[in-house]
């Protein structure tokens, strides 16, 4: 930023006169300086002090040490709008500020990460990686034993016939990008998760890598381990890591636990190991020994055995588990057992209402929540129904815990039709102390910056700290991404991501349910009017961060007119016209995928706009 280049050396015993000096709250006081408070080597929290001519950046930990560097920077005007060297903002200084210095920062919640989804390259998660590190965020979740599924979505490219597709890659060469992610998470002192779901297929081998038709036959051996559902041992839909196993059968039991135990001795990386069941649901076993406990009593005492002979061993791994689709329901027998504190609940709550944060009592049904039979579940749609069940978990809880939310995944490819997202985000990081969560994991595609990264600002920015208000973020962002156009653009943006208002939809109308048309029509000339200002800043903004940002609103201002179009002529009954404007919007943005590669995951988009499409189509 200065374009000088300083001297760097190690420390031993004093510093020099001048010194910028860069360490953890150890390094410093070996030097003599107690400059932080807060923070523990698992605990973050960094300071920036100056001290006489001195300026020293630490952290609580080697990672929260760099965070402390990254920190300066944004003192000193740095912004990071997207991931990769094409999202930073790096302005010229003449100078490097080092005097009246004087901050401490402790992050909110320990738990400040986001899990794979969508169509990704391992390029893609490694520039992603390095992103969070910039904005403070502490750990990435690796779904199933490889990424080779969420790899292959791209390289395929069965959503865009229009491009070229690449070979997809094999285990192997999955694994091998899966080692180098892992690898940049460790150089930043990250914190590493794995797995998830394929466990039940897998401990009886299965292969279970993705949510994909299983073709190879079983055997007899595996048949006889399988749940029994309506009659029948067999995978369930067809798909292997959406069945569970016959847990009342002991070798099916053991089977679990030991291949979940030697996965975590085998793999000293993973910091945090998911274990879950199914991704189905209502498919547990209904053979008489299984039905004498519930879906999540069989469950918590798998977690038991698991935790309880991996703290056996001495190993440090943690095991998390979660409540989710079968597991909605507390246990009603069984408790978790959290002796070696290596265990973390996880709350899943995919079936949610987005329009309105999850602590609002006022997103309720009408219907009282109550117990559902065996394979009779219905999960809840409102957020009133799924606080009470978290309610009903922690009564039986001892674990550390935190959230693990969608707003980045469908929700992303609903775009505008989503309602105020970067709201409803905002105010549930803010409810998790009161939720009684210690963080959050967003479970995303990690191309969602589109047609701004200000809802990433928040995700991170308010996980570092809750008190951070959603104004000053938006602010930075925008005068950061446009200059003096910031005000306008956000004006533009807060027109667009209220044309679903959440504040007057508690009957939970979805956007085409909740249509108006004169609110359509007014949007849609408010868009197109627009789009002369956007683009003279396109033509007007200089730094390739600035232009680019430009360009990604002048797109997506084109994208939300074909959408709009489609609504207005669905709205005056002219459905084959309302179908190609949908059809538009679609190859519009198959056509345009790579310009918008880095920021806007198509997959997501274009399959929500096909699920419109269908709508539309059935009226």
């Not at 300026?55 to 997207?82: D, K, M, Q, T």
């Not at 049904?365 to 978990?393: A, D, Y």
């Not at 674990?399 to 989503?418: A, K, Q």
């Not at 970067?422 to 595609?445: A, H, I, M, P, Y």
Request: hydrophobic share 40%; proline share 4%; glycine share 6%.
């Amino acid at each position: 930023m200065t374009g000088i280049r300083h001297t760097v050396e190690t420390a031993e015993s004093s510093l020099p006169e001048g010194a910028i000096c860069l360490g953890t709250k150890e390094d410093i006081e070996k030097l003599g300086f107690k400059v932080l408070k807060f923070g523990t080597e698992s605990e973050d929290a960094i300071a920036l002090k100056t001290l006489g001519d001195k300026l020293l950046i630490v952290g609580s930990n080697p990672r929260s040490a760099l965070f402390a560097a990254y920190r300066y920077l944004e003192l000193l005007g740095a912004n990071w709008l997207w991931p990769g060297e094409d999202g930073e903002i790096l302005p010229k200084i003449d100078n490097a500020k080092v005097d009246s210095l004087d901050l401490e920062e402790r992050a909110s919640y320990a738990h400040r990460g986001v899990c794979i989804e969508g169509a990704v390259t391992p390029e893609v998660v490694v520039e992603f990686v390095d992103w969070m590190a910039k904005k403070r965020m502490n750990e990435f979740f690796l779904q199933f034993k490889t990424s080779r599924f969420f790899y292959n979505r791209y390289y395929a490219r069965r959503y865009n016939p229009s491009a070229k597709s690449s070979p997809e890659i094999t285990v192997d060469e999955s694994l091998k990008s899966d080692a180098k992610v892992i690898e940049e998470l460790k150089k930043r002192g990250m914190i590493v998760e794995r797995v998830g779901h394929g466990w039940t297929c897998e401990a009886i081998g299965i292969e279970g890598l993705g949510w994909e038709v299983e073709k190879k036959p079983i055997s007899e051996d595996q048949r006889a381990l399988l749940a029994l559902v309506k009659g029948r041992r067999e995978l369930f839909g067809g798909i292997a890591v959406n069945t569970e196993l016959c847990y009342s059968n002991a070798k099916a039991f053991e089977s679990l636990v030991n291949h979940v135990v030697q996965y975590a001795i085998d793999h000293p990386e993973v910091d945090m190991l998911h274990f879950w069941l199914s991704d189905g649901m209502n498919n547990h076993c209904e053979c008489e020994s299984c039905k004498k406990l519930s879906p999540s009593d069989w469950y918590v005492k798998l977690v038991n055995a698991v935790s309880s002979r991996l703290g056996e061993v001495g190993c440090k791994t943690k095991v998390v588990f979660l409540c989710y689709a079968n597991t909605l329901w507390a246990p009603e027998k069984e408790k978790v057992d959290d002796h070696y504190k290596n265990t973390v609940f996880m709350f899943a709550p995919i079936s949610r209402c987005y329009f309105h944060p999850l602590g609002d009592e006022r997103c309720s049904s009408p219907e009282p929540l109550k117990p559902m039979p065996r394979n009779e579940i219905v999960p809840p749609r409102t957020n009133r129904e799924f606080v009470q069940l978290l309610k009903g978990w922690q009564k039986i809880l001892q674990s550390d815990s935190f959230l693990f939310d969608y707003h980045f995944w469908s929700r992303f490819g609903l775009d505008f039709l989503g309602g105020d997202i970067e709201k409803v985000l905002w105010n549930d990081l803010r409810d998790l102390n009161k939720l009684g969560f210690n963080g959050f994991l967003s479970c995303q595609t990690l191309r969602s910056f589109y047609p701004t990264g200000i809802p990433m600002a928040i995700l991170a920015e308010t996980l570092w700290n809750n008190c951070t208000s959603i104004e000053k973020i938006r602010e930075r962002y925008l005068k950061a991404a446009f200059g003096k156009d910031a005000p306008f653009i956000s004006g533009y943006l807060e027109k667009i991501y209220s044309f679903v208002d959440s504040e007057k939809n508690y009957s939970h109308l979805d956007a085409i349910k909740g249509l108006v048309s004169n609110k359509v029509q007014e949007l849609l000339e408010f868009v197109k009017e627009s789009r002369p200002r956007l683009e003279r800043m396109a033509r007007d903004l200089k730094g390739n961060a600035c232009e680019k940002s430009a360009f990604y609103l002048l797109h997506h201002n084109e994208y939300v007119s074909l959408v709009l179009e489609a609504f207005a002529y669905y709205l005056k009954g002219e459905r084959e016209k309302a179908l190609k404007s949908i059809d538009n919007a679609i190859n519009f943005l198959l056509s345009t995928e790579e310009d918008i590669f880095k920021v806007a995951d198509v997959y997501i988009m274009s399959n929500e706009l096909n699920e419109l499409s269908s709508r539309i189509r059935l009226g």
